[in-house]
């Protein structure tokens, strides 16, 4: 069934290329996140991930749900309940989490770290890429992207789309289709705009069930790759961004920067699989969450002046920004059934309740934010930057039948940061930053569920050096410090601040091409994870926060010399150490390691460029449970599961 279906898929994008004549311009054949990588914190290129942090989790911390996601160096507003993708690949060509040295050269700088994404801009050639791959559990999936220039030097035009047939290793059968347009127009040698659209369907989507145990222990072993849900819980998303971005240069010494955006999530039906209460025998009562139609939508921007201004070895760069979004969000609503108890795996299938509809609350978020900043580099002595908020936050939250909730917050958030060159290898850096952050939403089991969780401040300090170890090969440890309140569960089962939470620790990344044909992404964390406040001093909660993991160790190689003309092979090994998974500190997920093994074949094809890429993930096929953190239930890590692409650009 894979040669089959690969092969007719293979011939398609063959076919295609025949089809094409123009002269083509690498877009996905080069396709290589270990060679886009700057150092291990986290880097994704594609379909492809590695370093220590992802869009979602940063020093243990989600950069999604705190608000600190950019596109092109720009404030975006992201809505994202789902913990999905940060948006699609046919709109982004990379993203990258910045945190330490990396993030100073970003304008007021986040404590919780900051997802930048690039665009797949298109620039000046014509080029299409098709992109097919086949996975276990007949996954497959087309995408294909162009670019074309319309106007010589003036304007291009990209497009795009993917058909994505999912087949979750949880046992669910999701369709995803995707399209995207990004467009380049530059009117005259001092101006460039840069709108772009992005949509994604999702049906028959069965959300990763949540298991919550009866009391301090792991759940039993059950299938991995086994629906355990209900077959009528299926749920229907749609998911759409768009906007601008001007990039203008008004004079000589001075810049403008404008980006605005709009970020729609839109639930037409939606369920959630609670497995509440399980047993060591198996057994657990599962509750059904139904949500009607519900909308997470964001309008959001920045304005940014910036102005530069040179003397000799130094160079002063003046910024005035202004930032901004209303949100608008549904929550609430939902019927909430309990089929009753049973074995969790077989599945024991029931009818769909007649759910009953209940009125929505709405929550509604304003906020702006204007900022003065000033960058200092005195050329190989060192840089700093210095930094100055004022945010206005405003708050309402309409639940029927109740009085409207009004909150507001005005602080100043400063920051500051400052890098010594010491000699022509090693840099000392370190930073100050405070933050008025997302708290995310609270989780389907609290009495809350779905309500969007207060903006809470936020305060980072972090201090390292960096060592360049030979040319395009750098070291960096960093030392951090994160202070933010802490949400849990009330006595009244309310997800909501109960206390305070400190995140110190140890990071360190070595990253480069360490010898002909051999590149290395290494990476590691040391965290100490502390809660703190009355809800510990009674001993009704632990003092570590679930699911943080005290250690994490992340090693990606390849090796692909000259000689191998075109071959590659590669490797990704991560050690996890063992993690509180109970609110008393008494259940822990063991210590467990991870191995995928892939290899990679550059070639030409009908004069293309084109590439195949095989990986088997999971090698040894460890079982292993993980904690979803934003629901605080356990789920599964994967299975042993194989991937193969094949890139075609023409």
């Not at 993030?103 to 919780?112: G, H, I, K, R």
């Not at 009004?406 to 850096?429: C, G, M, R, Y």
Request: aromatic share 10%; hydrophobic share 35%; charged share 20%.
């Amino acid at each position: 069934m894979f040669l089959t279906r690969f092969a007719y898929w293979g011939v398609f994008a063959c076919c295609v290329v025949v089809g094409t004549t123009s002269p083509a311009a690498a877009q996905r054949a080069n396709d290589n996140v270990l060679e886009s990588a700057q150092d291990a914190f986290g880097t994704t290129v594609g379909d492809e991930s590695i370093g220590l942090y992802t869009s979602r989790d940063v020093r243990g911390f989600d950069p999604v749900d705190a608000g600190n996601v950019r596109i092109e160096g720009l404030y975006f507003d992201r809505q994202a309940p789902n913990r999905s993708e940060v948006l699609v690949n046919s709109l982004v060509s990379s993203s990258a989490v910045r945190v330490g040295l990396s993030a100073q050269s970003y304008l007021f700088p986040a404590p919780t770290g900051i997802a930048d994404l690039s665009l797949r801009m298109p620039r000046g050639k014509q080029v299409t890429s098709a992109v097919l791959s086949y996975g276990a559990y007949s996954r497959y999936a087309l995408e294909i992207n162009s670019q074309l220039p319309l106007i010589e030097d003036r304007l291009d035009i990209g497009f795009g789309g993917a058909y994505v047939h999912d087949d979750g290793f949880d046992g669910s059968t999701p369709v995803h289709l995707q399209g995207a347009v990004v467009a380049h127009w530059r009117p005259n040698d001092a101006i460039e705009v840069i709108p772009f659209w992005s949509r994604k369907n999702t049906d028959g989507w069965s959300t990763r069930p949540n298991i919550y145990t009866e009391g301090s222990y792991l759940p039993p072993v059950i299938p991995r790759h086994e629906m355990i849900a209900q077959p009528w819980s299926e749920s229907v998303l749609r998911d759409s961004n768009f906007g601008n971005i001007v990039n203008a240069s008004l004079t000589d010494n001075w810049r403008l920067r404008v980006g605005t955006f709009r970020s729609l999530v839109q639930r037409k039906q939606w369920h959630s699989n609670l497995f509440q209460n399980t047993r060591p025998d198996g057994t657990a009562e599962h509750v059904v969450i139904y949500f009607p139609g519900q909308s997470f939508g964001s309008y959001s921007g920045e304005v940014r002046l910036s102005g530069v201004y040179t003397a000799g070895a130094f160079r002063h760069t003046f910024h005035v920004a202004g930032r901004g979004r209303y949100v608008e969000r549904d929550f609430n609503g939902a019927d909430s059934r309990n089929l009753g108890r049973y074995p969790i795996s077989p599945r024991t299938e029931l009818p769909r309740p007649a759910y009953v509809g209940r009125p929505l609350s709405l929550d509604r978020v304003k906020q702006g934010t204007g900022g003065l900043a000033y960058e200092g580099i005195w050329a190989g002595v060192g840089e700093m930057s210095i930094g100055l908020q004022k945010t206005a936050y405003r708050r309402s939250l309409a639940v029927p039948n109740v009085a409207t909730t009004q909150l507001s917050e005005n602080p100043w958030l400063p920051n500051a940061t400052l890098a010594v060159h010491a000699t022509k290898d090693w840099t000392i850096f370190g930073s100050y930053t405070r933050g008025l952050e997302e708290s995310g939403q609270a989780p389907n089991s609290a009495t809350n569920r779905g309500e969007g969780l207060p903006s809470i401040r936020t305060t980072q300090v972090d201090a390292g050096v960096r060592y360049v170890i030979a040319p395009g090969v750098t070291a960096v440890g960093t030392l951090f410090e994160i202070k933010k309140p802490y949400l849990y569960f009330d006595t009244a089962n309310l997800f909501t601040v109960v206390g305070n939470v400190r995140h110190s620790g140890f990071e360190f990344s070595l990253a480069g091409e360490v010898a002909e044909g051999l590149r290395v992404v290494a990476g590691a964390v040391l965290l100490k994870a502390r809660i703190s406040g009355p809800i510990v001093d009674q001993g009704r909660l632990g003092h570590v926060p679930i699911g943080t993991t005290p250690r994490f160790i992340r090693l990606d190689v390849e090796y692909g010399p000259k000689t191998w003309r075109g071959f590659s092979l590669d490797a990704q090994f991560d050690n996890r150490s063992s993690r509180v998974s109970s609110a008393d500190n008494i259940a822990r997920i063991p210590q467990r390691n991870l191995l995928n093994l892939g290899g990679r074949y550059r070639f030409k094809a009908l004069d293309t460029d084109a590439s195949l890429r095989v990986q088997v993930r999971n090698v040894f096929d460890i079982y292993a449970w993980d904690i979803n953190v934003s629901q605080l239930a356990y789920g599964t890590e994967e299975p042993r599961r194989y991937v193969a692409t094949l890139a075609v650009d023409f």
